[in-house]
């Protein structure tokens, strides 16, 4: 760019400068920059409409930006990437892919026990509510001595399945979260701290900034077409269809319905994510395309399904009451 203005200067100040019209010699040596229909796009407008969302957000473009440790590790990953790659999505894809090949033994594990949490959770559900139906069965006024020890015995019974079921299976209603709430939520989060702190600092990463990449002419800016967000939203959609699991016995139709509330909560979302940076939607997209991949083929060829012991199981009797 001082290049090529050291050449407009040149121009306008020699006498072959004052033979070429200023516009055309701007029109001639402006950088060109891949947009709509191929037209040259200067890099200072690029700047200047990044700095125009850091104003109206209520920061100051040219104030000293000193962020946090992590955030700063992550924008210098996305700008030394995209110095290797030369293209600024592919930077975020391959970022957000290295950061879950790095976890994924961690990874792995959560897998398994997501996967086994499907096969246990209906034993601990009727676990639980033979407990809670034997406690109501003991503690109801019309109950008689006869018919509160039998409920006693019953739920020492079922109390000692209860304990041995979870001495033995670690099993947790949650298990195989952790990954999910402590790796990939965070990287979330720190990965729009990062392009928002390079949104509102444009000039402190002028590279990055400037950068087109597939339709759009900045990775900070929101998308003009609103293609990013659907592919964002469709890719979180594809992993729930693809890899959603649900008990044998649960009812079909509430699982229906669930599946519906969560095809409505996306869709919802799409006009709220469109406002974020184009970046983010990348990576975000490139996180579910990945855990939709792996999460089908590792129930597809690695999981060996949790072993339910015939001792964890409540009796006929208590089944019939709980039914």
Not at 10 to 20: D, E, W, Y
Request: glycine share 6%.
């Amino acid at each position: 760019v001082e290049k090529r203005c050291s050449m407009l200067s040149l121009l306008r100040c020699s006498g072959a400068g004052r033979a070429i019209p200023t516009e055309l010699a701007r029109h001639v040596l402006a950088p060109r920059v891949r947009g709509c229909s191929g037209v040259p796009h200067a890099v200072e407008h690029v700047l200047e409409r990044a700095r125009c969302v850091s104003r109206d957000l209520g920061h100051d473009p040219s104030a000293l930006y000193e962020p946090w440790l992590p955030v700063d590790w992550c924008q210098q990953s996305f700008v030394l990437m995209q110095g290797a790659l030369g293209d600024g999505a592919l930077a975020v894809v391959a970022c957000a892919c290295l950061l879950r090949v790095a976890t994924f033994p961690w990874n792995l594990r959560a897998l398994q026990r997501q996967c086994d949490r499907i096969v246990l959770l209906p034993v601990y559900l009727g676990l639980a509510r033979g407990i809670e139906d034997a406690k109501k069965r003991r503690n109801a006024p019309s109950t008689s001595t006869h018919m509160a020890a039998q409920a006693d015995a019953e739920l020492a019974t079922l109390t000692a399945k209860y304990e041995d079921f979870i001495r033995s299976t670690m099993f947790s209603p949650l298990q195989g979260m952790g990954y999910q709430l402590t790796c990939v939520m965070p990287a979330y989060l720190l990965s729009y701290f990062a392009l928002r702190g390079v949104m509102l600092h444009p000039d402190s990463f002028r590279s990055f900034v400037v950068a087109p990449t597939l339709w759009v002419d900045s990775l900070v800016l929101s998308d003009p077409c609103g293609v990013l967000p659907v592919v964002s939203a469709l890719s979180v959609l594809a992993n729930v269809e693809v890899n959603s699991q649900h008990a044998p016995d649960q009812d079909e139709e509430a699982v229906m319905y669930m599946r519906f509330a969560i095809r409505g909560a996306m869709l919802a979302f799409v006009p709220l994510t469109a406002m974020l940076p184009s970046g983010m939607l990348v990576f975000m997209a490139t996180n579910a395309t990945y855990t939709a991949v792996v999460t089908w083929l590792f129930r597809r060829y690695r999981w060996v399904p949790a072993k339910v012991e015939s001792r964890w199981l409540k009796d006929a009797g208590a089944v019939a009451r709980d039914k």
